[in-house]
């Protein structure tokens, strides 16, 4: 079957720097996406990987080890508004979005 | 309109009812998807369409049907409402023609069936 693992959960202290790990085991690999989603809104476009590294936008960086099946997200100097949850989604050999169930990020001040 | 629309924001239906959630979008896009999201779990394909004119099934289609006249709207409709289908509804896009386009999500239908 297929599976994206995310911790359901994460704490961390504002001005500090997350990681949220995502593994994966699909049928095929063609990339994969992290989105964000704050509650009660819809999901938004953060970052994609399809060969492995890190990319690196702003305060988010994106990493991607295919023979791992692993990629994380890094969030650096978080803000209050980075509350909110992660959805790991990899492209399968169908190209259909498989999802994690997303981990929620709760920054104390 | 600027992105993805739905309608309604919110609505509590009766088991056996039928109900029709919309979806439009103003960006030509030519992919377009329905998701369920339920706590706890990932969101799940319904339905989804490539072009107008064409549709697929998703991961969990059972219980409803889509349609795509055309490019802007795509809307999904519950012939016979279940409780089990309380959820989360959302609508996204793509441009398509790409299977790695980002996709682009309305705000979503928060559904009830009792």
């Known amino acids: 079957g297929q599976n994206i693992d995310q911790p359901t959960e994460m704490t961390a202290t504002e001005g500090a720097i997350v990681q949220i790990n995502c593994t994966y085991q699909t049928s095929g690999f063609n990339g994969l996406f992290w989105y964000q989603q704050h509650a009660g809104e819809a999901p938004t476009f953060l970052s994609y990987?399809?060969l492995d590294g890190l990319e690196e936008k702003g305060r988010f960086s994106s990493f991607l080890s295919r023979s791992k099946g692993y990629s994380y997200l890094l969030l650096k100097e978080l803000q209050m508004k980075d509350s909110a949850s992660y959805l790991c989604?990899?492209?399968?050999?169908?190209?259909?979005?498989?999802w994690g169930a997303g981990t929620k990020l709760i920054i104390k001040p | 309109i600027a992105g993805i629309t739905q309608a309604p924001t919110s609505q509590i239906l009766a088991a056996g009812r039928r109900m029709t959630l919309r979806c439009t979008q103003d960006m030509r896009h030519n992919a377009m998807y329905w998701y369920r999201q339920d706590l706890g779990l990932g969101l799940r394909l319904i339905h989804y369409s490539n072009t107008a004119g064409t549709t697929g099934k998703g991961e969990v289609p059972d219980g409803y049907s889509v349609s795509r006249a055309n490019t802007d709207d795509f809307p999904l409709t519950l012939a016979s409402a279940v409780p089990s289908q309380t959820s989360v509804y959302f609508c996204?896009?793509?441009?398509?023609?790409?299977?790695?386009?980002?996709?682009?999500f309305g705000p979503g239908t928060r559904l009830t069936v009792l």
């Open positions: 989604a990899v492209l399968d050999s169908n190209y259909q979005l498989i």
């Open positions: 990987n399809v």
């Open positions: 996204a896009s793509s441009e398509g023609g790409r299977a790695a386009d980002t996709q682009y």
